[in-house]
């Protein structure tokens, strides 16, 4: 039995395939000797790690065997490596010596400067005027670039407070006019959506669309505590992941693509 804290476990990827190719090959016969294994693994290991081997030899284990679960940790390893690799802190706000996150802001327009196929947008609150326009300039020259790519938004449209009169229709059109007009800085226009329940008329607690994540290409999520807004890009304290990762990315889309299909979440009218 190989223990939880086996010696093979301080071994580098590298020196593991080197003693598995070692023992394949028969350069290595068992039981072994320090001496046979010094041109592969760090002499602070070579007491211990023949020991080890030995034991197991010992215990019936053959060189191809030992070779084959040297073969499995190495790649575990290797994977290991590949899934933190895949992974990105992205931060804003200020910058502490020392630490290995990325800008919030660079991080989101590299993603849309990125896409071929699809980009979904999530974000709770969003700003008007110049500082949206801003925001939304690099997706909408990316749209222009990439005549095919398609763009949905799922935003959070509140009803005003106090407000039990207007009907849903009616302020779903003047979102729609604001949007074209004081949000979104090209001709072309994507799909947005909303959560119908935070435009009830009922006095009860009212559901929102609170999620802030960008999806691109089902190749990389961006899930993140930052809003669409200027202030959230550039000076608040937010945090984030970016995940290099299809399966989350896909994952992540499919959860908004379901609840379109069951008409939970609705596309705006004229949008």
């Known amino acids: 039995m190989i223990k939880a804290n086996s010696v093979f476990h301080r071994l580098s ?3 593991l395939d080197g003693l598995a190719s070692a023992l394949v090959s028969d350069r290595i016969q068992l ?11 760090p002499t602070s290991l070579l ?57 919030t802001r660079v991080v989101v327009q590299e993603l849309f400067r990125s896409a071929k196929d699809n980009i979904l947008i999530s974000s709770y609150a969003f700003d008007t005027g110049d500082k949206a326009k801003a925001l939304f300039q690099p997706l909408v020259e990316r749209m222009a670039a990439m005549p095919d790519l398609k763009v949905r938004l799922f935003l959070n449209i509140k009803r005003p407070y106090s407000d039990r009169k207007t009907s849903e229709t009616t302020l779903l059109r003047k979102f729609a006019e604001s949007f074209r007009d004081d949000i979104w800085p090209g001709d072309r226009l994507p799909e947005v959506f909303y959560e119908p329940q935070s435009l009830s008329k009922s006095k009860g607690p009212r559901t929102c669309l609170h999620a802030k994540c960008v999806v691109v290409d089902d190749k990389r999520v961006f899930v993140t505590s930052a809003n669409f807004t200027e202030a959230a890009h550039e000076r608040n304290i937010e945090a984030g992941v970016l995940l290099s990762d299809v399966i989350s990315a896909k994952s992540m889309r499919a959860q908004f693509e379901t609840l379109v299909s069951w008409n939970l979440l609705r596309r705006v009218p004229g949008l």
């Open 31 to 41: 039981p072994c000797q320090p001496g046979a294994l010094a041109h592969i693994v």
């Open 13 to 15: 990827r590298p020196a």
């Open 47 to 103: 007491s211990a790690l023949t020991s080890e081997i030995n034991r197991l030899s010992q215990e019936g284990m053959k060189g191809q065997h030992l070779a084959y679960m040297l073969q499995l940790l190495a790649q575990e390893r290797k994977s290991a490596q590949a899934q933190r690799n895949a992974i990105d802190l992205v931060w804003t706000g200020q910058e502490v010596l020392g630490t290995e996150s990325r800008d």
